[in-house]
C-alpha cells in the first residue's frame, strides 16, 4: 500500500481534516523534520498554527521571517506605517526600493517571497480597542512587536480576554526584554506594569536612539518561543522576564509571578472590557504629548531675527555629545544629565535660549532653571529639528 | 551589606552614566535612599511626590520582584543584586 508522505498519524475520535506535507514541503523543511524535537508532528502543528504579528518594524522583521521561514501556516500582520529611510537601519524586511510603500505590503511580499506556501494575512490598520478583538480572535498566538505603551496595554488586554498567549518583546537602546504574557495560569503585562509612565517623565526615544541589530535579537528570540509555543517543546519564557544587555552581551532573568489581584488577569478582575488607552496612559486624542511644563518660550524665526540684530543671547545646547557632533547652532553644551552639576557654568544676568532636538529635554531644562532663579530663560520651540525647518534647511534632520 | 544596584539603560543619565552601583544597606528602602541620596535626580524618576516607588518601575532582589517579598523593606544580604526594571515600550517617540 503506498505511503502518503508526511501526515499525521491520526488520534482517535480526531475529526480534523488531516493535514500533510507537499513532496517540495518536507524537502523545505528536511532541516526541522530530521530533529526529534520538531520532526512531523512538530511541521505538522507549525503548518496548522495561526499566528499574528502586531507590528513589522524593527521587532517584526526578525520576527515575521523567521516564522515564514519555519512555516506557520498563517501569518496575521497589523500595520498602519509607511516605509522611511530611518527605517533601514533596523527594520530588514524592507529595502530602500519600498521607501513610501506601506509597511504591510512590503512586509507580505518579503514573506510571501520567502515562503509561497504560508498564508500571510494583512491588517492595515491602527489597531484599537473597537477593532482589536476582531482582528486577534481568529488567531492562536498574538506577538507584540510594538512601539508604544497604550497599544501594549491594548494586545495585553486583548490577549487575556481572548485567553490567547502574547509573546512580548520590548527594547530600549541596547538592551531588550522578553517574555510570555497572557499564558493560562500565568502572569499578564498588568501584572508586571499596572500602570503605563506619565508622558514625558520617562526619558523619550529622543534621546535613546536604538542599536539597530537589537530589535534583530529580541524579535528572534520571540519568534523561538512562538515557535516553542507550538510544538509545544522546551521551556517557554512564562513567568520569566529575560533582560538582554547588548553592550554587556549577558542575559539576566527575573521571576514573573501573577499578580492574584491583577484587574484584568487576576483571580476577581474589575476590568473585563477594552477602555481608552490613549486616555489611560495620559494620552488625549492624537495630540502630542504636551510639554509637562508651560515654559516661556521662542520660536526658531524670532530666534533668527534676534541674533541677525546683534542681540546677545546666550544659546544652551542641552542634547547629548554625539548629537551635537550632527549639528548644531554653535551652542554651549550641557546635556541635560549633567545640567544640575554644571549649572554654575551659566550666568543668570544673560538671555538663556535653551534648545535641544525637538523642545522636550530644553523644556525640563529652562524649568530647572527657572526654579534655580534664572529668569532671563527661553525654550527654542520644536528645537533644532524646527530651526531646520523654519529657518535653515541646511541643518541636518535626524 | 554591600550590595550592588543595577541601573536601567533609559535611568543612565541620571547616575553618572554607571550601569551598576554599589551601595551600603540592609533592606531595598536603605539601598534606593542611598542611591537616589548620591544622585538626587533618579529621586523623582523612581519615586512620586508621596514618597512611593513609582508603579512603572519594578525592584528585584536577586530575581523575586519585592512586591512578592517584603516590599521596601525587604531584607538585603552581602553581595546580594538589587535590579531597577522600568517599563520600556520601544522605539515610538511617544
Not at chain 1, 518579503?110 to 490598520?125: C, G, M, S, V
Not at chain 1, 545646547?317 to 548644531?328: A, G, S, T
Request: glycine fraction near 10%; charged fraction near 25%; include cysteine.
Amino acid at each position: 500500500m503506498a505511503t502518503k508522505i508526511g501526515v499525521a498519524a491520526p488520534s482517535p475520535g480526531d475529526e480534523k481534516p488531516r493535514v500533510s506535507l507537499s513532496k517540495e514541503e518536507v524537502m523545505r523543511y528536511s532541516r526541522h523534520l530530521i530533529m526529534p524535537e520538531v520532526g512531523m508532528d512538530g511541521q505538522l502543528k507549525l503548518k496548522q498554527a495561526k499566528v499574528l504579528c502586531i507590528g513589522t518594524g524593527g521587532l517584526g522583521a526578525p520576527l515575521g521571517l523567521y516564522l515564514a521561514a519555519a512555516g506557520v501556516g498563517r501569518i496575521g500582520l497589523v500595520d498602519f506605517d509607511v516605509v522611511d529611510s530611518t527605517n533601514l537601519q533596523r527594520q530588514v524586511l524592507f529595502g530602500t526600493s519600498d521607501v513610501g510603500k506601506p509597511k504591510i505590503q512590503a512586509a507580505a511580499d518579503r514573506l510571501r517571497n520567502l515562503n509561497p506556501d504560508i498564508q500571510i494575512d494583512t491588517f492595515e490598520a491602527h489597531l484599537s480597542s473597537e477593532n482589536a478583538l476582531d482582528i486577534m480572535k481568529d488567531y492562536d498566538i498574538v506577538v507584540d512587536g510594538t512601539d508604544n505603551f497604550p497599544t501594549r496595554y491594548l494586545v495585553n488586554d486583548a490577549c487575556v480576554i481572548l485567553g490567547k498567549p502574547n509573546v512580548y518583546g520590548s527594547i530600549f537602546r541596547f538592551e531588550g526584554q522578553i517574555t510570555i504574557f497572557g499564558y493560562p495560569d500565568g502572569p499578564c503585562y498588568r501584572c508586571l506594569y499596572p500602570e503605563p509612565p506619565p508622558p514625558g517623565l520617562v526619558p523619550s526615544c529622543a534621546e535613546g536612539g536604538v542599536l539597530g541589530v537589537l530589535p534583530g535579537i529580541v524579535g528572534t528570540i520571540q519568534a523561538a518561543e512562538t515557535l516553542k509555543l507550538i510544538i509545544g517543546k522546551g521551556e517557554p519564557l512564562v513567568g520569566r522576564l529575560l533582560l538582554f544587555d547588548a553592550l554587556a552581551m549577558k542575559f539576566r532573568e527575573l521571576k514573573l509571578r501573577k499578580n492574584p489581584d491583577c484587574p484584568v488577569c487576576g483571580t476577581h478582575p474589575t476590568q473585563t472590557k477594552l477602555i481608552d488607552y490613549a486616555e489611560f496612559c495620559g494620552i488625549r486624542g492624537e495630540e502630542a504629548p504636551v510639554a509637562a511644563t508651560n515654559v516661556p518660550e521662542i520660536t526658531p524665526r524670532d530666534l533668527k531675527t534676534r541674533l541677525d540684530r546683534g542681540d546677545d543671547l546666550y544659546i544652551l545646547d542641552v542634547r547629548e555629545p554625539h548629537e551635537y557632533q550632527i549639528c548644531n547652532l554653535d551652542g554651549h553644551l550641557i546635556p541635560l544629565g549633567e545640567l544640575a552639576r554644571r549649572v554654575n557654568e551659566l550666568d543668570s544676568s544673560r538671555e538663556i535660549v535653551a534648545h535641544c532636538r525637538s523642545g522636550k529635554r530644553s523644556a525640563e531644562a529652562v524649568e530647572f532653571l527657572q526654579k534655580a532663579g534664572f529668569r532671563k530663560i527661553w525654550n527654542l520651540k520644536g528645537g533644532i529639528l524646527a530651526w531646520s525647518d523654519e529657518v535653515d534647511p541646511s541643518v541636518p534632520k535626524y | 551589606m554591600a550590595v550592588k544596584v543595577i541601573i536601567p539603560t533609559p535611568l543612565r543619565a541620571y547616575a553618572g552614566k554607571q550601569e551598576s552601583v554599589e551601595v551600603q544597606a540592609k533592606t531595598v528602602a536603605e539601598a534606593l535612599a542611598a542611591l537616589t541620596g548620591t544622585f538626587g535626580e533618579l529621586k523623582k524618576h523612581l519615586f512620586s511626590d508621596d514618597g512611593r516607588l513609582r508603579s512603572f518601575v519594578n525592584v528585584y532582589v536577586n530575581d523575586e520582584d519585592i512586591r512578592y517579598l517584603q516590599k521596601d523593606q525587604t531584607q538585603v544580604r552581602e553581595g546580594d543584586t538589587i535590579s531597577i526594571v522600568p517599563s520600556i515600550a520601544g522605539g515610538s517617540r511617544i
